[in-house]
């Protein structure tokens, strides 16, 4: 590899539970974790390729990814909560109520986290996995109430379950969103139709395609841009 790698253990005392639980999942005989590449930690070192994973926003990831695909084969691991536990503690810690949430997650989620670093997704060098995953969600009351605030905050997360994944090599793969039904050209109104989501995660689809060449703009229209698939990206 082009930079220095440090060996393990870098940065684990403050490793939240679902990081660590979902790091523990993937893991391969002869994994390193907590890897120091140049400025940054790798979450884990297979081989050749560095694998992190991002429980949360991926808009702070987008400068260490860039750094990382200039020397290294990157992996992304995105989960999404299909199925979520809410457990709600009272202020000694006992549990009060633990019920399911109604929203569940699906793979066409992913797109949320895409959108902040689509310029990446071209990159030869970089893949993603997305993970469907039952999670426990802990609640504790706030400390100090405001009306600007909820009464709780979500104390941490748990991963219960892994319930399915999907993985994305290369820019065509990712051209799965786009329901084999649509025919092209479409505009995101119709890709919205026919996803059964709202207009603006069929937005977010179109711009990531975009940008990584999966979808190309042929015309624009009074109900939005034409789009066709590029099947040779």
């Not at 200039?70 to 989960?79: D, E, G, R, W």
């Not at 633990?98 to 310029?119: C, M, N």
């Not at 989501?197 to 042929?218: F, W």
């Amino acid at each position: 590899m082009a930079d220095q790698m440090e060996s393990p253990h870098i940065g684990t005392l403050n490793e939240k539970p679902l990081h660590a639980s979902l790091k523990a999942w993937l893991a391969e005989p002869g994994d390193q974790f907590e890897v120091r590449i140049g400025r940054f930690v790798a979450d884990i070192v297979r081989g050749s390729q560095l694998i992190e994973v991002q429980t949360g926003s991926t808009s702070p990831l987008k400068r260490k990814l860039s750094s990382l695909l200039k020397h290294h084969a990157v992996h992304l691991v995105i989960p999404i909560a299909r199925q979520k536990t809410i457990i709600t503690l009272n202020e000694q810690g006992e549990i009060v109520s633990s019920r399911k949430s109604p929203k569940r997650g699906e793979l066409l989620d992913v797109f949320h986290q895409l959108v902040s670093i689509r310029t990446l997704l071209g990159d030869a060098n970089f893949s993603v996995e997305a993970l469907l995953i039952h999670v426990e969600e802990i609640r504790r009351p706030r400390g100090k109430r405001t009306r600007r605030w909820k009464d709780w905050e979500v104390q941490e997360r748990r991963l219960v379950e892994v319930l399915d994944h999907a993985t994305f090599h290369h820019p065509g793969d990712f051209l799965v969103a786009i329901p084999s039904s649509l025919e092209d050209p479409f505009t995101t109104a119709d890709l919205a139709r026919a996803t059964g989501r709202p207009r603006r995660m069929a937005q977010q689809i179109a711009y990531c395609l975009r940008e990584m060449g999966a979808l190309e703009a042929i015309d624009r229209k009074r109900n939005g841009i034409l789009y066709v698939r590029n099947f040779h990206c």
